[in-house]
């Protein structure tokens, strides 16, 4: 397994990443999290080794700190592929397994399998230039699993392609990493991400974990207001949580946990527009998605009069102005504990 204790990393008097302890155990996929600039691609650079860092690096107790990259068993695909463009996809998958000095049979044998692997199958003469970006990182990725790494690094691998590609590989690679049984640490800045292909999140926040956790319980139990509004919170109210069950003054619903004080974070899906709903308001402002409208309520007065964000459907879509009945979603929300 990886551990990463008390890790920074410095730029000069900056500290881009900030005393972080971590671990990933092994078949896990652990996401990082975090705004832009936050120290995620840093804190995995410093990982593969490509970043002095103070601290300690592990993998399965043995420090790394005086290991060069290619000598940590690591496999690393960027943002961009960085694919070699002057081989073929063949070539770029095998060059690990040149390095490692595999006999040429089985090179090409590993090879086939991990195009079939990846959805290339048959590509392997292709130029990578003539490939599309999707394409691209399938074979960046075939390249990283060829040598069979014993840790995977992945930074933002997704985030160079359009929103329907980058879904659909999302679902790939997740499929891809079960099935391998790879152990990966991922930079991302995307939640759909995260939550599609991580057992577990680590948020970051200036260079400092935040929480840590499987994704839907940092979605639903972040750790304070500063991580329920990263995860899409625009509102929060105040609310009590009693014999499980958490009241505000939009209802309550069911929640583990103990009795006390709490705050409930609104995401728009957490308010839902319905003919029955038991929350009253006025749309004080509406934006169109591809399939939802979002809308701002104004709550009614005897509801304390705040502004929420809500959603409803395209085609039934309150106007500006209308006044609209909600219901609670518990899915959408977030609860903050002190
Ligand atoms: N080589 C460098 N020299 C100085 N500062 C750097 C260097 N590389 C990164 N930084 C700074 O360190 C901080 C963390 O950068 P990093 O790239 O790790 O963030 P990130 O969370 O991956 O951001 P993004 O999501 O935008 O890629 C940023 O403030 C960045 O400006």
């Known amino acids: ?103 040429r049979a089985e ?69 891809l990493l079960r099935k391998t049984g790879s152990t990966a640490l991922v930079v991302t800045h995307d939640h759909d991400e995260a939550a599609t292909l991580a057992d577990r999140v680590a948020l970051l926040r200036a260079g400092r974990v935040v929480q840590t956790g499987a994704p839907e319980q940092v979605w639903c139990s972040p750790a304070d207001e500063w991580a329920a509004g990263f995860l899409g919170c625009t509102a929060f109210l105040p609310a009590r949580v009693r014999a499980g069950e958490a009241s505000s003054v939009l209802g309550s619903f069911a929640v583990a946990g103990p009795d006390g004080p709490a705050t409930l974070g609104l995401r728009p899906a957490g308010l839902r527009v319905a003919e029955r709903g038991e929350v009253a308001g006025r749309v004080v402002g509406r934006t169109n998605r591809r399939d939802r409208v979002e809308l701002s309520v104004r709550l009614d007065e005897k509801l304390g009069g705040h502004e929420v964000p809500a959603q409803s459907g395209v085609r039934t879509a309150p106007r500006l102005g209308e006044e609209v009945r909600l219901a609670l979603d518990p899915d959408g929300v977030a609860l903050v504990r002190p």
């Open 107 to 175: 090179r090409e044998s590993r090879v086939a399998e991990l195009l079939e692997l990846v959805g290339l199958a048959g590509y392997g003469a292709r130029g990578v230039r003539e490939l599309s970006g999707g394409e691209q990182q399938r074979v960046a990725l075939a390249r990283a699993l060829a040598p069979r790494p014993r840790l995977l690094l992945l930074d933002e691998p997704l985030s160079a392609l359009d929103r329907m590609l980058r879904d659909q590989l999302a679902g790939e690679l997740a499929e």
């Open 1 to 103: 397994m990886l551990e990463i204790a008390g890790l920074t990393v410095r730029y000069g008097e900056f500290r881009a990443v900030s005393e972080v302890t971590l671990s990933v155990a092994d078949g896990e996929v652990l996401a990082l999290l975090g705004p832009s600039g936050c120290g995620k691609s840093t804190l995995l650079r410093a990982v593969a080794g490509l970043e002095a860092a103070q601290g300690a690096v592990r993998w399965d107790g043995a420090e790394l700190s005086g290991v060069p990259v290619h000598r940590r068993g690591f496999g690393l695909v960027f943002q961009d592929g960085q694919l070699f463009p002057h081989r073929d996809v063949a070539g770029n998958i095998a060059f690990g397994l040149r390095m490692s000095g595999l006999a």
